[in-house]
């Protein structure tokens, strides 16, 4: 290890196989950076409706229009997808910034009948927050019903930290034509809104089809085993054996993770494969 001229530690690797040198000295950075394959990185869509895996997933950055998905969107009032308040999670998010009016997104009609969590990420990022704004409502509408019913009421951003929200699907919420709903209560004041706020990385979970087991090559990957997977392209990296998920970090670029699809990790009484009591001192 060596500290460069830029005041960066650099890593140095060697490698042997069976006594034979097959490099040496050369940097780590090398490895993954100077590849042989120059194909461009795939952009697998995560945009869909009444997936294998998820009932509803979007994260805006799929659509490369840069708009709303209309087969998944119905109605979007006073918003704008992008950067407009920075990255919430990842790339663009879908935002509200207008002072006045209306304040709401609403989902095509859905069939919830097997959906059993909606998962989203509420912030206000780089925008304006407000200690005073309204509330945002979470709530659902039958087909046939002309209300909507509350799921959950969120304070509006207080700070300009993003939250990932998980939300229990109620049996009275489950149905063949469903819409779900986004709106800010109206503003009080005669200046309206104070602060922005945006969603990003919305997903109703499927709970239909409950695999035990999640197996991928990427080559390409498999969009219902991953959920979402933030800051990562799909290509030839750090000396992989075909295609690799590539993390490669820097400021401003938002949260990295790779999140899977439910899987039913559930075994017969006496069939264990990994336990941790966490009151007892680890094992090893």
Known sequence: ????????????????????????????????????????????????????????????????????????????????????CGVLLYGKAVTFCEPFGERELITVALNTSTASVLQFALGSGSCRFSYSDPSIIVSYRLNNSSGWTTLEKIRAPTNSSTVVHLLTVPPSCKGEAVYLRWFQEAALGPNGYESCWGLDNILLVNMAHKPTLLEDNLDPPDTANWIFFPGATVKHACQSDGSSMYFNGGQGVGHSYASTRDIDLYREEGHRYWEEDFESPPNG
Do not use: Y
């Open 1 to 84: 290890m060596m500290v460069t001229r830029q005041g960066q530690l650099a890593r140095w690797a060697t490698a042997m196989h069976r006594g034979q040198i097959i490099f040496k000295d050369t940097l780590a950075k090398q490895l993954c950076e100077l590849e042989a394959p120059t194909e461009p990185p795939l952009q697998p869509s995560l945009a869909e409706i009444h997936g294998i895996h998820a009932v509803l997933r979007d994260d805006f950055d799929s659509n490369l229009q840069g708009a709303l998905d209309a087969s998944i969107w119905s109605n979007c009032s006073n918003c704008e997808v992008g950067e407009q």
